[in-house]
């Protein structure tokens, strides 16, 4: 059993830039493949990202493509997501997400595990 627990929202400007954290913990981290995922008011939610357990396969939505970096320590159990240029349709809970396969994936029911989300706003 993966608990998850994200941090680094807030509320910032158009342009702006935010790191997310999750820190996981009751597994063996290298084990897991990682995704963040967002969900807006009102709306599904969306895939952002994904990184595969060794760190070597990354994945991320056309939306952020260029703005927002995945990544992963193993030794800290961490995994990150660097936003730089952020706009306002970036605004909405962002979720960090575990599954136990060497694969990464788009689809959120792919996924085993699930932190509590943060909130990201970005005012216009």
């Known amino acids: 059993q993966v608990q998850l627990v994200e941090s680094g929202g807030g509320l910032v400007q158009t342009g702006g830039s935010l790191k997310l954290s999750c820190a996981a913990s009751g597994g063996t981290f290298g084990n897991y493949a990682m995704g963040w995922f967002r969900q807006a008011p009102g709306k599904e939610r969306e895939f952002v990202a994904a990184i595969s357990r060794s760190g070597g396969t990354l994945y991320s939505s056309d939306s952020v493509k260029g703005r927002f970096t995945i990544s992963r320590d193993n030794a800290k159990n961490m995994v990150y997501l660097q936003m730089n240029s952020l706009k306002p349709e970036d605004t909405a809970i962002y979720y960090c997400?575990?599954?136990?396969?060497?694969?990464?994936?788009?689809?959120?029911?792919?996924?085993?595990?699930w932190g509590q989300g943060t909130q990201v706003s970005v005012s216009s």
């Open positions: 997400a575990a599954r136990m396969v060497a694969f990464v994936s788009r689809i959120d029911w792919d996924y085993d595990y």
